[in-house]
C-alpha cells in the first residue's frame, strides 16, 4: 500500500517568509510524528499527534512553528517568518497506534536563503 | 533528559568482514528501534525491540537488546556493498513519551 507522502519535497524561501509543509500519512495510522534533521542536531523530535490532538509539543523551537492535524489524516507544519537556521530536511512519520513502528515520508528538504 | 549515544559514528570496512554497531541509551526503556538511511532519503524500519534479551534477525543483519545494561548492538555478518548507509537505533521511553530519540548514526560504508 501507499507509504507516508509529503510535499513538496523541496523549498527554496527567502528569510522571513512563512512556508508550509504537509504530511500525508499512510491510511488509518492514528498516530503522527514530526521530526528535523539537520547536520549539526541531528535527527529531533517535533511534534507528536494522536488523531487530531497534540499530546506532546515539546519539541517545537520556538513559537513560529506550530502544526495541525485534520480529519485524523492529514497534518501541516507551518513555520512563520523563516530564518536560515531553519534549514533542514523535515521528516514526517506515522503509526497505527502510539508506540508501534514508525514509518517514515520521503522528507521536505526546506532551504532559507 | 534521554541521550542515547551510538558509536562508531563512522565505519569503514571491507567485504566479507563482521562488525558491531552500539547503542548506550541513558535512561529505562523497553523499546528500541533500528534504521536504515541511504543518502537523500528517509528513514526505512529494520528492527523494533521489544524486551530483554530480544534478538532480531534479517539476512546479514542482527540486533540485541540489553535492558539492564541499556544497550543494543547492530551486528553485521560478511558484510555486503548493499549495506552501506547510515544506521540509527532510537528510543521509545514509555507511555506518556512516545517520541522517539535518536542516536547520532553510525555511517557504515563497505569497500569491496
Known amino acids: 500500500g501507499a507509504g507516508v507522502s509529503q510535499s513538496p519535497s523541496n523549498k527554496v524561501t527567502e528569510k522571513g517568509k512563512d512556508v508550509e509543509l504537509r504530511c500525508d500519512p499512510i491510511?488509518?495510522?492514528?498516530?503522527l510524528y514530526w521530526y528535523r534533521q539537520s547536520l549539526g542536531q541531528g535527527l529531533e523530535f517535533l511534534i507528536y499527534?494522536?488523531?487530531?490532538?497534540?499530546?506532546?509539543k515539546s519539541g517545537l523551537p520556538s513559537d513560529r512553528f506550530s502544526a495541525e492535524r485534520t480529519g485524523g489524516s492529514v497534518s501541516t507544519l507551518t513555520i512563520q517568518r523563516t530564518q536560515q537556521e531553519d534549514s533542514a530536511v523535515y521528516l514526517c512519520?506515522?503509526?497505527?497506534?502510539?508506540?508501534?513502528?514508525?514509518?517514515f515520508g520521503p522528507g521536505t528538504r526546506l532551504l532559507v536563503l | 533528559e534521554l541521550k542515547v549515544e551510538q558509536n562508531p559514528l563512522f565505519l569503514s570496512m571491507q567485504e566479507g568482514k563482521n562488525y558491531t554497531i552500539y547503542c548506550n541509551y541513558s535512561t529505562t526503556s523497553d523499546r528500541l528501534y533500528w534504521y536504515r538511511q541511504d543518502p537523500g532519503k528517509s528513514l526505512e524500519s529494520l528492527f523494533v525491540?521489544?524486551?530483554?534479551?530480544a534478538v532480531k534477525q534479517e539476512g546479514r543483519l542482527m540486533a540485541s537488546l540489553d535492558t539492564k545494561a541499556r544497550l543494543s548492538t547492530l551486528h553485521i555478518t560478511a558484510a555486503v556493498h548493499d549495506l552501506s548507509a547510515t544506521y540509527f537505533c532510537a528510543v521509545d521511553m514509555r507511555i506518556g513519551n512516545e517520541k522517539l530519540t535518536f542516536g547520532t548514526g553510525t555511517r557504515l560504508t563497505i569497500i569491496p
Open positions: 491510511s488509518g495510522h492514528t498516530a
Open positions: 499527534f494522536q488523531g487530531n490532538s497534540a499530546p506532546d
Open positions: 525491540l521489544l524486551s530483554n534479551g
Open positions: 512519520a506515522s503509526s497505527l497506534v502510539a508506540r508501534e513502528t514508525q514509518y
